[in-house]
């Protein structure tokens, strides 16, 4: 059975830097796509940035290009995205996102409906 397990998010101020983590079990995390979605409130969920297991495909949201980076602990099976120079408009449900098809990750913008695992989410607040 797939479990994705989230966490690391907090409420922090601006300008400061969060790392969130997602643990991978019943899955092979470095053989799929990993990609990260949030979710603000009152608005669609969407993706931020994903990963193929290799790191040979790497996909950064606009809004979060140049200050969000993500990262696979293969011998963890853990897939990370560590955020610098937060802003308020970061704030959301911070989602993981697993999935056997690898084509996911090469699709701009990424699409929910590739994904076939998802976590709980972890909540990231950032005041100004």
């Known amino acids: 059975q797939v479990h994705l397990v989230e966490s690391g998010g907090d409420s922090v101020q601006a300008g400061t830097s969060l790392k969130l983590s997602c643990t991978v079990s019943g899955y092979n995390a470095s053989t799929s796509c990993m990609a990260w979605f949030r979710q603000a409130p009152g608005k669609e969920r969407e993706g931020v940035a994903a990963?193929?297991?290799?790191?040979?495909?790497?996909y950064y949201g606009d809004s979060v290009k140049g200050h969000f980076t993500v990262s696979l602990d293969t011998a963890k099976n853990t897939f990370f995205v560590e955020m610098n120079d937060l802003k308020p408009d970061d704030t959301g449900m911070y989602y993981c996102?697993?999935?056997?098809?690898?084509?996911?990750?090469?699709?701009?913008?990424?699409?929910?409906?590739?994904?076939?695992?998802w976590g709980q989410g972890t909540q990231v607040t950032v005041a100004s």
């Open positions: 996102a697993a999935t056997w098809k690898n084509w996911a990750c090469w699709q701009k913008p990424l699409r929910l409906s590739e994904f076939t695992d």
């Open positions: 990963l193929y297991g290799d790191s040979s495909k790497i």
